[in-house]
Protein backbone atom coordinates (compact mmCIF):
# COMPACT_ATOMS: atom_id res chain seq x y z
CA UNK A 1 0.00 0.00 0.00
CA UNK A 2 1.22 3.54 -0.90
CA UNK A 3 0.04 6.86 0.32
CA UNK A 4 -1.79 9.50 -2.24
CA UNK A 5 -2.43 13.18 -0.38
CA UNK A 6 -2.50 11.33 3.30
CA UNK A 7 -4.89 8.09 1.95
CA UNK A 8 -3.77 4.57 1.54
CA UNK A 9 -3.88 3.98 -2.24
CA UNK A 10 -3.51 0.31 -3.01
CA UNK A 11 -1.14 -1.64 -5.31
CA UNK A 12 -1.82 -3.56 -8.84
CA UNK A 13 -0.65 -6.70 -6.62
CA UNK A 14 -3.46 -5.62 -3.58
CA UNK A 15 -6.21 -5.18 -6.21
CA UNK A 16 -5.27 -8.52 -7.81
CA UNK A 17 -5.68 -10.45 -4.06
CA UNK A 18 -8.65 -8.78 -3.28
CA UNK A 19 -10.22 -9.71 -6.49
CA UNK A 20 -8.88 -13.25 -6.18
CA UNK A 21 -10.60 -13.29 -2.97
CA UNK A 22 -13.63 -11.82 -3.65
CA UNK A 23 -14.16 -14.61 -6.37
CA UNK A 24 -13.54 -17.22 -4.00
CA UNK A 25 -15.95 -16.50 -1.93
CA UNK A 26 -18.69 -15.82 -4.91
CA UNK A 27 -18.12 -19.35 -5.67
CA UNK A 28 -18.62 -20.85 -2.65
CA UNK A 29 -22.23 -18.68 -2.14
CA UNK A 30 -23.11 -19.81 -5.22
CA UNK A 31 -21.94 -23.68 -4.67
CA UNK A 32 -24.13 -23.35 -1.31
CA UNK A 33 -26.87 -21.97 -3.25
CA UNK A 34 -26.50 -24.41 -5.90
CA UNK A 35 -25.95 -27.41 -3.35
CA UNK A 36 -29.34 -25.54 -1.49
CA UNK A 37 -31.31 -25.61 -4.87
CA UNK A 38 -30.08 -29.36 -5.60
CA UNK A 39 -31.74 -30.20 -1.71
CA UNK A 40 -34.65 -28.16 -3.16
CA UNK A 41 -34.85 -30.72 -5.88
CA UNK A 42 -34.23 -33.83 -3.81
CA UNK A 43 -37.03 -33.17 -1.47
CA UNK A 44 -39.92 -33.95 -4.01
CA UNK A 45 -38.14 -36.88 -5.57
CA UNK A 46 -37.81 -38.11 -1.74
CA UNK A 47 -41.47 -37.39 -1.53
CA UNK A 48 -42.38 -39.32 -4.43
CA UNK A 49 -40.63 -42.15 -3.35
CA UNK A 50 -41.75 -42.83 0.02
CA UNK A 51 -45.53 -41.82 -1.90
CA UNK A 52 -44.46 -44.52 -4.23
CA UNK A 53 -43.41 -47.28 -1.38
CA UNK A 54 -46.90 -46.40 0.73
CA UNK A 55 -48.46 -47.26 -2.36
CA UNK A 56 -46.81 -50.56 -3.32
CA UNK A 57 -47.30 -51.47 0.86
CA UNK A 58 -50.89 -50.31 0.02
CA UNK A 59 -51.48 -53.01 -2.86
CA UNK A 60 -49.40 -55.79 -1.08
CA UNK A 61 -51.42 -55.45 1.95
CA UNK A 62 -54.93 -54.65 -0.11
CA UNK A 63 -54.27 -58.32 -1.45
CA UNK A 64 -53.45 -60.20 1.21
CA UNK A 65 -56.94 -61.76 1.14
CA UNK A 66 -55.34 -64.45 -1.61
CA UNK A 67 -51.88 -65.54 0.05
CA UNK A 68 -49.29 -67.65 -2.00
CA UNK A 69 -48.14 -70.92 -0.73
CA UNK A 70 -44.51 -69.60 -1.24
CA UNK A 71 -43.41 -73.40 -2.51
CA UNK A 72 -45.63 -75.28 0.29
CA UNK A 73 -48.17 -77.86 -0.99
CA UNK A 74 -51.88 -76.98 -0.26
CA UNK A 75 -51.42 -79.63 3.03
CA UNK A 76 -54.19 -82.64 3.91
CA UNK A 77 -53.90 -82.69 8.21
CA UNK A 78 -55.68 -80.74 10.63
CA UNK A 79 -52.13 -78.90 11.27
CA UNK A 80 -52.41 -77.39 7.81
CA UNK A 81 -53.94 -74.36 8.65
CA UNK A 82 -51.78 -73.36 11.72
CA UNK A 83 -48.59 -74.31 9.82
CA UNK A 84 -49.36 -72.70 6.87
CA UNK A 85 -49.89 -69.64 8.12
CA UNK A 86 -46.80 -69.66 10.22
CA UNK A 87 -44.93 -70.30 7.09
CA UNK A 88 -46.78 -67.38 4.94
CA UNK A 89 -46.69 -65.14 7.70
CA UNK A 90 -42.67 -65.70 7.72
CA UNK A 91 -42.40 -65.65 4.51
CA UNK A 92 -44.47 -61.99 4.02
CA UNK A 93 -41.97 -60.93 6.77
CA UNK A 94 -38.90 -61.84 5.55
CA UNK A 95 -39.88 -60.27 1.72
CA UNK A 96 -41.39 -57.24 3.29
CA UNK A 97 -37.86 -56.27 5.10
CA UNK A 98 -36.23 -57.44 1.92
CA UNK A 99 -38.42 -55.46 0.08
CA UNK A 100 -37.43 -52.15 2.29
CA UNK A 101 -33.63 -52.97 2.13
CA UNK A 102 -33.87 -52.88 -1.41
CA UNK A 103 -35.49 -49.46 -1.64
CA UNK A 104 -33.09 -48.16 0.82
CA UNK A 105 -30.29 -49.43 -1.26
CA UNK A 106 -31.70 -47.84 -4.33
CA UNK A 107 -32.45 -44.89 -2.80
CA UNK A 108 -29.47 -43.91 -1.61
CA UNK A 109 -27.68 -44.88 -5.60
CA UNK A 110 -30.31 -42.65 -7.03
CA UNK A 111 -30.66 -39.42 -4.36
CA UNK A 112 -26.81 -40.01 -3.02
CA UNK A 113 -24.98 -40.13 -6.40
CA UNK A 114 -22.13 -38.47 -7.40
CA UNK A 115 -22.56 -35.23 -9.15
CA UNK A 116 -19.92 -33.24 -8.62
CA UNK A 117 -15.91 -33.60 -6.86
CA UNK A 118 -17.16 -31.47 -3.87
CA UNK A 119 -16.84 -33.29 -1.06
CA UNK A 120 -20.54 -34.18 0.84
CA UNK A 121 -21.76 -33.20 4.29
CA UNK A 122 -20.10 -35.36 6.19
CA UNK A 123 -22.09 -36.68 9.50
CA UNK A 124 -21.07 -39.11 12.47
CA UNK A 125 -24.07 -41.07 13.45
CA UNK A 126 -28.15 -40.27 13.68
CA UNK A 127 -29.73 -41.24 16.50
CA UNK A 128 -33.24 -42.15 15.66
CA UNK A 129 -32.09 -44.40 12.85
CA UNK A 130 -29.64 -46.49 14.86
CA UNK A 131 -32.52 -46.88 17.67
CA UNK A 132 -35.03 -47.53 14.55
CA UNK A 133 -32.42 -50.40 12.92
CA UNK A 134 -31.93 -51.96 16.48
CA UNK A 135 -35.50 -52.16 17.26
CA UNK A 136 -37.48 -53.21 14.45
CA UNK A 137 -35.13 -56.63 14.05
CA UNK A 138 -35.97 -57.36 17.65
CA UNK A 139 -39.53 -56.72 17.26
CA UNK A 140 -39.58 -58.72 14.13
CA UNK A 141 -37.45 -61.65 15.95
CA UNK A 142 -39.67 -61.60 18.92
CA UNK A 143 -42.77 -62.18 17.12
CA UNK A 144 -41.41 -64.41 14.97
CA UNK A 145 -40.20 -66.58 17.92
CA UNK A 146 -43.69 -66.06 19.78
CA UNK A 147 -45.65 -67.67 16.62
CA UNK A 148 -43.00 -70.33 16.11
CA UNK A 149 -43.81 -71.50 19.42
CA UNK A 150 -47.28 -71.16 20.37
CA UNK A 151 -47.54 -73.21 17.06
CA UNK A 152 -45.16 -75.70 17.72
CA UNK A 153 -46.65 -76.52 21.41
CA UNK A 154 -49.91 -77.05 19.63
CA UNK A 155 -48.53 -79.43 16.45
CA UNK A 156 -46.33 -81.09 19.61
CA UNK A 157 -49.26 -82.06 21.29
CA UNK A 158 -49.94 -85.92 21.97
CA UNK A 159 -54.31 -86.19 22.74
CA UNK A 160 -54.06 -89.42 24.18
CA UNK A 161 -56.35 -92.51 22.56
CA UNK A 162 -55.78 -92.15 19.50
CA UNK A 163 -57.42 -94.07 16.50
CA UNK A 164 -54.46 -95.53 14.99
CA UNK A 165 -50.92 -96.10 15.69
CA UNK A 166 -47.90 -97.20 13.50
CA UNK A 167 -44.32 -97.83 14.38
CA UNK A 168 -42.44 -95.89 11.39
CA UNK A 169 -39.03 -98.16 11.67
CA UNK A 170 -36.36 -96.41 8.86
CA UNK A 171 -33.27 -98.19 8.20
CA UNK A 172 -30.77 -98.68 5.48
CA UNK A 173 -32.22 -97.83 3.15
CA UNK A 174 -35.43 -98.44 3.54
CA UNK A 175 -39.06 -98.50 5.47
CA UNK A 176 -40.91 -100.59 7.99
CA UNK A 177 -44.09 -99.25 9.10
CA UNK A 178 -46.02 -101.91 12.11
CA UNK A 179 -49.92 -101.06 12.79
CA UNK A 180 -49.44 -101.22 16.91
CA UNK A 181 -53.10 -101.58 17.37
CA UNK A 182 -53.06 -104.61 15.42
CA UNK A 183 -51.80 -108.14 17.21
CA UNK A 184 -54.20 -108.51 20.02
CA UNK A 185 -56.41 -111.11 20.80
CA UNK A 186 -54.31 -114.37 19.68
CA UNK A 187 -53.95 -112.20 15.80
CA UNK A 188 -50.42 -111.25 14.86
CA UNK A 189 -49.93 -107.92 14.05
CA UNK A 190 -49.63 -106.36 10.83
CA UNK A 191 -46.36 -104.84 8.91
CA UNK A 192 -45.16 -103.39 5.55
CA UNK A 193 -41.79 -103.54 4.42
CA UNK A 194 -39.91 -101.81 1.93
CA UNK A 195 -37.91 -104.02 -0.18
CA UNK A 196 -35.14 -102.60 -3.41
CA UNK A 197 -37.46 -101.40 -6.14
CA UNK A 198 -40.87 -102.20 -3.83
CA UNK A 199 -41.13 -98.98 -1.40
CA UNK A 200 -43.75 -99.41 0.99
CA UNK A 201 -47.28 -98.34 1.42
CA UNK A 202 -48.31 -97.08 3.96
CA UNK A 203 -52.12 -97.23 4.16
CA UNK A 204 -54.22 -95.02 6.87
CA UNK A 205 -57.72 -93.81 7.07
CA UNK A 206 -59.33 -90.35 6.22
CA UNK A 207 -60.58 -88.06 9.66
CA UNK A 208 -59.37 -90.43 12.41
CA UNK A 209 -56.29 -89.64 14.42
CA UNK A 210 -53.24 -91.36 13.98
CA UNK A 211 -50.24 -91.09 15.81
CA UNK A 212 -46.65 -91.99 14.49
CA UNK A 213 -43.86 -93.73 16.71
CA UNK A 214 -40.29 -93.49 14.92
CA UNK A 215 -37.35 -95.42 15.91
CA UNK A 216 -34.05 -96.28 13.74
CA UNK A 217 -31.68 -99.31 14.48
CA UNK A 218 -28.88 -97.84 12.49
CA UNK A 219 -28.40 -94.00 11.52
CA UNK A 220 -30.84 -90.71 11.22
CA UNK A 221 -33.18 -90.95 8.80
CA UNK A 222 -36.41 -88.11 8.35
CA UNK A 223 -40.33 -89.21 7.58
CA UNK A 224 -41.33 -86.57 5.65
CA UNK A 225 -44.64 -86.48 3.80
CA UNK A 226 -44.59 -82.99 1.78
CA UNK A 227 -48.43 -82.46 1.97
CA UNK A 228 -48.48 -83.22 5.98
CA UNK A 229 -46.19 -79.82 5.98
CA UNK A 230 -44.05 -81.64 8.40
CA UNK A 231 -41.65 -83.81 9.22
CA UNK A 232 -39.51 -85.06 12.34
CA UNK A 233 -36.33 -87.14 12.33
CA UNK A 234 -35.97 -90.96 13.14
CA UNK A 235 -33.45 -91.14 15.49
CA UNK A 236 -31.07 -94.41 16.95
CA UNK A 237 -31.64 -94.93 20.56
CA UNK A 238 -34.49 -92.26 20.53
CA UNK A 239 -38.34 -92.71 20.56
CA UNK A 240 -39.67 -89.17 18.55
CA UNK A 241 -43.79 -89.14 17.81
CA UNK A 242 -45.87 -86.97 16.72
CA UNK A 243 -49.68 -87.26 16.19
CA UNK A 244 -52.24 -85.51 13.58
CA UNK A 245 -55.53 -86.57 11.29
CA UNK A 246 -55.86 -86.73 7.41
CA UNK A 247 -58.30 -85.05 5.79
CA UNK A 248 -58.18 -85.95 2.56
CA UNK A 249 -57.71 -89.15 0.78
CA UNK A 250 -55.07 -89.74 -1.98
CA UNK A 251 -51.89 -91.13 -2.67
CA UNK A 252 -49.18 -88.76 -1.63
CA UNK A 253 -45.08 -89.52 -1.75
CA UNK A 254 -42.77 -89.64 1.57
CA UNK A 255 -39.40 -89.57 1.34
CA UNK A 256 -36.61 -89.70 3.94
CA UNK A 257 -35.26 -85.94 4.38
CA UNK A 258 -31.90 -86.80 6.34
CA UNK A 259 -28.61 -87.68 4.38
CA UNK A 260 -28.35 -90.98 5.51
CA UNK A 261 -25.73 -92.79 3.18
CA UNK A 262 -25.50 -94.56 -0.76
CA UNK A 263 -28.93 -94.92 -0.83
CA UNK A 264 -30.74 -92.06 1.03
CA UNK A 265 -31.86 -90.75 -2.78
CA UNK A 266 -33.86 -94.47 -3.19
CA UNK A 267 -35.37 -94.51 0.57
CA UNK A 268 -39.22 -93.72 -0.28
CA UNK A 269 -42.58 -94.97 0.16
CA UNK A 270 -46.06 -94.33 -0.16
CA UNK A 271 -48.96 -93.23 2.49
CA UNK A 272 -52.64 -94.56 0.72
CA UNK A 273 -55.24 -92.15 3.05
CA UNK A 274 -58.35 -94.26 1.98
CA UNK A 275 -62.26 -93.90 4.02
CA UNK A 276 -62.27 -95.33 7.18
CA UNK A 277 -64.39 -97.75 6.31
CA UNK A 278 -61.70 -99.39 3.28
CA UNK A 279 -58.77 -99.03 6.10
CA UNK A 280 -61.43 -101.02 8.04
CA UNK A 281 -61.31 -104.05 5.58
CA UNK A 282 -57.80 -103.40 4.50
CA UNK A 283 -56.93 -104.02 8.39
CA UNK A 284 -59.46 -107.22 8.70
CA UNK A 285 -58.51 -108.57 5.30
CA UNK A 286 -54.77 -109.00 6.64
CA UNK A 287 -55.17 -109.86 10.53
CA UNK A 288 -54.85 -113.80 10.69
CA UNK A 289 -54.07 -116.11 13.90
CA UNK A 290 -50.08 -115.85 15.11
CA UNK A 291 -50.25 -119.58 14.95
CA UNK A 292 -51.03 -118.90 11.11
CA UNK A 293 -47.61 -116.97 10.51
CA UNK A 294 -44.01 -118.40 10.68
CA UNK A 295 -41.80 -116.38 12.62
CA UNK A 296 -39.34 -114.57 10.91
CA UNK A 297 -36.01 -113.18 12.38
CA UNK A 298 -34.73 -111.06 9.33
CA UNK A 299 -36.24 -109.41 7.20
CA UNK A 300 -35.18 -108.28 3.39
CA UNK A 301 -32.55 -105.39 2.19
CA UNK A 302 -31.08 -105.34 6.44
CA UNK A 303 -34.73 -104.47 7.69
CA UNK A 304 -34.87 -105.32 11.82
CA UNK A 305 -35.90 -108.33 12.70
CA UNK A 306 -39.66 -108.85 13.98
CA UNK A 307 -40.37 -109.09 17.38
CA UNK A 308 -43.30 -111.89 17.00
CA UNK A 309 -44.60 -113.55 14.07
CA UNK A 310 -46.33 -111.19 11.66
CA UNK A 311 -47.79 -111.09 8.44
CA UNK A 312 -45.16 -109.04 6.84
CA UNK A 313 -45.98 -107.27 3.47
CA UNK A 314 -43.71 -106.22 0.93
CA UNK A 315 -44.61 -102.73 -0.39
CA UNK A 316 -46.19 -102.39 -3.21
CA UNK A 317 -48.01 -105.74 -3.47
CA UNK A 318 -51.07 -104.69 -0.88
Not at 110 to 116: A, D, G, H, L, W
Not at 175 to 184: E, I, N, S, V
Request: proline residues 8%; glycine residues 8%; contains cysteine.
Amino acid sequence: MTRSFGRPRPLPADVEEAAASDAARAGSTNRARGSDHRAARARPRRRRLALTAGLALLVMTATGCDVPNFGFPDGVTDQTPRILNLWQGSSIAALAVGVFTWGLIFYAIIVFRKRSDDLPRQVRYNLPVEILYTVVPLVIVAGLFYYTARDEIEINRLPPDPDVTVNVIGFRWNWQFRYLDTGRDGTAPIEVTGRPGEPAVLVLPQNRTIRFIETSPDVIHSFWVPEFLFKRDVVPGRINQFQLTITKTGTFVGRCAELCGVDHDRMNFSVKVVPGDEYDRFIAERTRPASDVTPATVTAAGAPAQTSAAPSTSGSRQ
